[in-house]
């Protein structure tokens, strides 16, 4: 560094307050606003990889070949009237493998309130402590009405309450809307 390009610090510090802030926002200014925009950037990034997703108020995961994106969507729609905000309702194939995986990415990393799944699957869950107990849906519950329709597939579903669930109180009111038979309907 040559000499004229140092700073003379008993010039400096002979400068009025005004002055030397200014000197810095002279020298290191452009310095500082990229850092500063660098790190609100990093910040937004991972808040946007880290940070919670959507917040709801119920979220319900199936295992189910039966299930349509419409039925899900509606389901959602009841649901979120029924506890008074947005509940998301997601299906994953049991047919299909990739589906399969995501299924359990999901259930290790989102936190979900409600599961519904084939009566194997249900017991691995309960097994590994990642649902308490499950409840068999009947034919006649609102849930096994909806994906009813003949491919073969009459298997019982069954649905449970995650233990890592945040809405315990609204977990137990769509595990009872799920369940609720034709009769019990409104």
Not at 122 to 149: K, P
Not at 152 to 167: E, F, M, S
Request: proline letters at 4%.
């Amino acid at each position: 560094m040559k000499d004229k390009d140092r700073m003379d610090r008993a010039k400096f510090k002979a400068l009025t307050f005004p002055k030397k802030i200014q000197w810095v926002l002279q020298y290191y200014g452009v310095t500082a606003l990229v850092v500063v925009a660098a790190v609100c950037v990093g910040v937004v990034f991972f808040n946007a990889v880290f940070g919670p997703g959507e917040q709801y108020d119920l979220r319900v995961m199936a295992l189910d070949d039966r299930l349509s994106v419409e039925q899900c969507q509606a389901f959602a729609d009841e649901l979120g009237e029924l506890v008074g905000g947005p509940c998301d309702v997601t299906s994953y194939l049991e047919s299909d493998m990739s589906q399969m995986q995501a299924f359990v990415v999901r259930l290790t990393t989102d936190p979900l309130d409600l599961v519904i799944a084939p009566e194997d699957q249900m017991e691995q869950l309960i097994e590994n402590g990642y649902v308490a107990a499950g409840l068999q849906l009947q034919d006649d519950s609102r849930y096994m009405q909806a994906t009813w329709f003949d491919n073969g597939d009459q298997r019982p579903r069954y649905i449970g309450r995650t233990a890592v669930g945040l809405n315990g109180e609204n977990a137990a009111a769509g595990e009872e809307y799920f369940t609720q038979t034709a009769a019990e309907q409104p």
